[in-house]
């Protein structure tokens, strides 16, 4: 499942395929115009009222086209302005292919080309229905009219007919490759459009809901006084600003309306245990109030921390409860393997210990190994039987968080920004640092913990939110932390904040509570079938291609 999110992700990149504005398209839009009309007029008289005609409808259509598709979901000038761009870029490299033959029948193959493209886009992108049959055909002849005489040119209309004939079979098997897994693969789209550039969740969330599943989700918190550590079982996603993509942020305000300043772990789980929508978000967030407590202490273990191969695992003890920190920073990693998880909580049991697990998600990297894997579970064993020997102290805590200093948030980090909690053990004073973030750059952990001196830091982990996720211009699809914010700013904010937490420390207990929430889940399926629709929609894609390629071919030999 977690191959099909990744590979998800690197299908919807092509969706960011497009120009950065409305005003690089406008001048696309122009430029090509202005060449396609000179190629066709050599003559300074015809092209001196040509010209600026053909620019002027150029820019009409624009208007015409925003108009007639006035009332679909999708429908905005900025969008509008990129199929016009797109339109007379094909336009124009067609014309320039013909520059190579007789130039004869290659506008009209052009234009055809276009009115194809144009039904393509309008029907899968704006879903504007059989209405597109009457609306692509405007902005390309109108410009043909303008630009040139030869409209009745047999070759090119028996070539263009042909590339508008392929445009028309794809404009409909596309939206129906994904079944039966999925009833129709432009629609998934649209939502997934209408959620990432026009910050309007409800379609994808309407989908996404009608195929989860209940799931009955545990949350651990381990309360310290005015400070805790939160460890959900669900995992933050799919993408901003769709279900539960904040959730780390939300679950971090809510203990903040408490008087508890919170750091919000990932657990070991996957996009398996998504939450479809903003409505099972706050029945999540409600079902907080219900925590029962499992334990309270006053003592724990110094940290353990081991390093086998790649593999770092960082662990205290309170009492019997184990609190293990697993990282593969700085060589990188994505998320933990649940068969990593279940293998480490086996032996945590056979010790007679309960274990809370986190995935720091502190290097962004790969999949992990079957040897990476071995490595992990086998330093993690180490740990837990080296914390299950260990003497154990009476502490104190304290933390600080990023809304009490002066701190500008970027677009790699979401909305509960940083913090740092404090523990002192044995008269040694330890740090975790936390940033509500997706991921790292490899190599900025160890960047931070260099620049602090004042406790000796453990730790460096982010939540693993997707608040940055959805639109970001890069393959990842998301904001990784590191690639806006500068290293050194944040190296200085947690020093700041470890300070202060340090300045904080009194002795306290820790209170360790469990919730359980029956909510909806996206489950792995969902996610499956999704690959699978988008995976027969680009192979038949790719085929249009070809066989398009392969008229521009016949037309040039013919």
């Known amino acids: 499942m977690s191959n099909s999110v990744g590979n998800i992700h690197k299908r919807f990149y092509l969706t960011l395929i497009n120009p950065s504005s409305y005003k690089v398209s406008l001048s696309i839009m122009i430029i090509s115009t202005t060449l ?13 009222y040509r010209l600026p005609l053909a620019l002027l409808l150029a820019y009409l259509s624009i208007q015409i086209d925003y108009r007639l598709l006035k009332g679909t979901e999708l429908t905005n000038i900025a969008k509008i302005h990129h199929v016009a761009a797109f339109s007379m870029l094909f336009w124009l490299l067609t014309l320039s292919l013909g520059l190579l033959d007789s130039l004869q029948g290659y506008m009209i193959m052009g234009m055809m080309l276009v009115i194809g493209f144009r039904i393509c886009i309008f029907r899968s992108v704006f879903g504007a229905g059989y ?11 109108l410009l043909s009219l303008v630009i040139t005489d030869q409209l009745l040119d047999i070759k090119g209309l028996i070539f263009g007919s042909l590339t508008l004939i392929i445009a028309l079979f794809w404009s409909i098997m596309a939206d129906r490759a994904g079944r039966p897994w999925v009833e129709s693969t432009f629609r998934i789209l649209r939502a997934y459009l209408l959620a990432s550039t026009e910050n309007n969740p409800k379609r994808m969330e309407d989908i996404m809901s009608s195929r989860s599943e209940y799931a009955n989700i545990k949350t651990t918190s381990l309360l310290f006084d005015t400070s805790a550590i939160i460890l959900p079982e669900v995992h933050p996603g799919p993408f901003n600003p769709v279900g539960g993509s904040n959730i780390p942020s ?47 202490n006053d ?45 480490i909580e086996s032996h945590a049991k056979s010790l007679g210990m309960n274990l809370l697990l986190i995935d720091s998600h502190n290097a962004l990297g790969n999949k992990l190994n079957e040897h990476d894997n071995s490595d992990m579970i086998n330093a993690a064993k180490f740990v837990l039987d080296k914390l299950v020997r260990a003497e154990q102290f009476k502490f104190m805590v304290a933390s600080a968080s990023s809304k009490e200093i002066e701190f500008k948030i970027e677009k790699d980090i979401g909305d509960a920004a940083l913090a740092v909690i404090a523990i002192n053990i044995n008269k040694k004073t330890y740090g975790i640092g936390w940033i509500d973030a997706n991921n790292m750059i490899k190599g900025l952990r160890e960047y931070i913990i260099n620049k602090i001196n004042i406790i000796n830091m453990l730790e460096i982990c982010t939540s693993d939110t ?17 690639s806006i914010s500068n290293w050194d700013y944040l190296s200085n904010a947690l020093l700041s904040l470890s300070k202060l937490a340090a300045s904080r420390l009194k002795q306290t207990n820790i209170v360790i509570a469990e919730s359980y929430s029956n909510i909806k889940v996206m489950g792995s399926k969902q996610f499956d079938d999704y690959l699978h629709a988008l995976d027969r929609s680009l192979t038949l894609t790719k085929i249009t291609l070809a066989l398009t390629i392969a008229v521009y071919i016949a037309m040039l030999i013919l």
């Open 466 to 482: 997707h608040a940055t996720s959805g639109r970001a211009r890069n393959r990842e699809g998301y904001y990784t932390l590191g």
């Open 36 to 48: 396609i009309t000179i190629i066709n007029n050599y003559e300074f008289i015809e092209l001196s």
């Open 250 to 296: 939300l679950i971090h305000n809510y203990y903040q309306k408490h008087g508890i300043n919170s750091i919000v772990m990932h657990s070991v789980s996957d996009h398996a245990l998504n939450i479809p929508s903003i409505e099972e978000v706050n029945r999540y967030i409600d079902s907080l109030n219900e925590m029962r407590i499992i334990e309270e």
């Open 131 to 141: 209405r597109v049959f009457l609306i692509a055909p405007i902005m390309p002849l």
């Open 299 to 343: 003592r724990c273990t110094e940290p353990v921390v081991y390093t086998l191969g790649k593999a770092r695992v960082t662990g205290i003890a309170f009492g019997r409860n184990a609190i293990l920190i697993l990282s593969l920073s700085p060589y990188g990693m994505e998320d933990v393997d649940v068969d990593v998880k279940n293998a």
